[in-house]
């Protein structure tokens, strides 16, 4: 069983940065993919990003590709996202997602432990 919290949304500038978090509890998070998903209202949700268990092996879409960057320190049990270049269209509630067993994927039905999200709004 894992439990996820993720922390660090807020309001920011078109343009701007905000890293998000996502602590872990739980044994043997590092066993665990991680992935990060957002939804606005009125819309599917979308996937962001996704990590594998070392870190050495990250995906993207289009979409955020070179302004995201997803991490992870496992000896925190945490994973990061950072949010470079934001943009009004990236405003969402963001959620990470854990899955064991499976290699990096960007199907949310693929994720079995989920955190609460945190609200990301960009003004422009």
């Known amino acids: 069983q894992v439990q996820l919290i993720e922390s660090g949304g807020g309001l920011v500038q078109a343009g701007g940065s905000l890293r998000l978090s996502c602590a872990a509890s739980?044994?043997?998070?590092?066993?665990?993919?991680v992935g990060w998903f957002r939804q606005a209202p009125g819309k599917e949700r979308e996937f962001v990003a996704t990590?594998?268990?070392?870190?050495?092996?990250?995906y993207y879409p289009d979409s955020v590709k070179g302004r995201f960057t997803i991490s992870r320190d496992n000896a925190k049990n945490t994973v990061y996202l950072q949010m470079n270049s934001l943009k009004p269209e990236d405003t969402a509630v963001y959620y990470c997602?854990?899955?064991?067993?499976?290699?990096?994927?960007?199907?949310?039905?693929?994720?079995?432990?989920w955190g609460q999200g945190t609200q990301v709004t960009v003004s422009s």
């Open positions: 997602a854990a899955a064991r067993g499976i290699g990096l994927s960007r199907t949310a039905l693929d994720y079995d432990y």
């Open positions: 990590i594998n268990w070392s870190g050495g092996s990250t």
């Open positions: 739980g044994r043997a998070f590092s066993n665990y993919i």
